[in-house]
């Protein structure tokens, strides 16, 4: 099975700094069909996950451009430039491209300094 | 708008079973697979089953297989998890996931509100 590593696995960001979460797998998430299947989501305490970016940098409806995603291969990168009160929460990234199964990163926990 | 309502979680003893539903709306459900996701108390997500939008293929994570299944009702727009001989590592909140459209396979565009499974004698 593919494994994510997510790093580090906790942030505390000051507000309007700057954060940047790794997600490193351990085979290329490149696709026979050419594609990278690489999702990230953030999850609030207490509420479902939201997915912020689908195939590695495609930003879902309603995510804050302050948020980008990037990567390949086997190396990837979620980046918030400001980090905002309502960005605290668990951040996952997920590989759909050697499945099943799909796999998920262990998370990243990012609260406010 | 697309939702995603989960139901059907409770305490059960370890051995037993129990159906977890996913009703959902907002969309052509016959046209998107669907999958379940579970978190078990304080840990990390876990992909648990994915079915094709016209319920021909499921697959699953190696442990719950054969324990497990997967289906749904395409006239009711709903997904279901059929889960036997439950463990006690089997608590977890359950949610259901959007898929991607036809024979996609990724997706996980919308989630449920998730349903609490508790294994416990």
């Known amino acids: 099975d593919v494994v994510l590593t997510q790093s580090p696995l906790s942030l505390s960001v000051t507000l309007g700094q700057p954060a940047s979460i790794s997600c490193r797998s351990s085979?290329?998430?490149?696709?026979?069909?050419?594609?990278?299947?690489l999702n990230w989501f953030h999850q609030r305490p207490g509420q479902s996950p939201r997915r912020l970016f689908y195939?590695?940098?495609n930003r879902d409806s309603g995510v804050p451009d302050r948020f980008s995603g990037s990567g390949s291969g086997t190396d990837f990168t979620l980046k918030i430039s400001r980090v905002e009160a309502e960005d605290v929460g668990v951040y996952y990234c997920?590989?759909?491209?050697?499945?099943?199964?799909?796999?998920f990163g262990p998370g990243t926990r990012v609260d406010i300094k | 708008q697309v939702q995603l309502v989960d139901s059907g979680g409770g305490v059960v003893q370890p051995g037993e079973s129990l159906r977890l539903s996913c009703e959902t709306s907002?969309?052509?459900?016959?046209?998107?697979?669907m999958h379940w996701v579970r978190q078990a108390p304080g840990k990390g997500l876990e992909w648990v089953a994915f079915?094709?939008?016209?319920?021909?293929?499921?697959y699953y994570v190696d442990k719950v297989k054969g324990r497990f299944t997967i289906s749904r009702d395409n006239s009711k727009n709903t997904v279901y998890l059929e889960m036997n001989s439950l463990k006690p590592e089997d608590t977890a909140v359950y949610y259901c996931?959007?898929?991607?459209?036809?024979?996609?396979?990724?997706?996980?565009?919308?989630w449920g509100q998730g349903s609490l499974v508790t294994v416990s004698s």
């Open positions: 996931a959007k898929g991607q459209y036809g024979s996609g396979w990724f997706g996980f565009d919308y």
């Open positions: 907002g969309f052509i459900f016959r046209n998107y697979g």
């Open positions: 079915i094709r939008n016209d319920g021909s293929f499921q």
């Open positions: 085979q290329s998430l490149v696709h026979s069909d050419g594609g990278t299947y």
């Open positions: 195939r590695v940098s």
């Open positions: 997920i590989q759909g491209t050697h499945w099943p199964p799909f796999t």
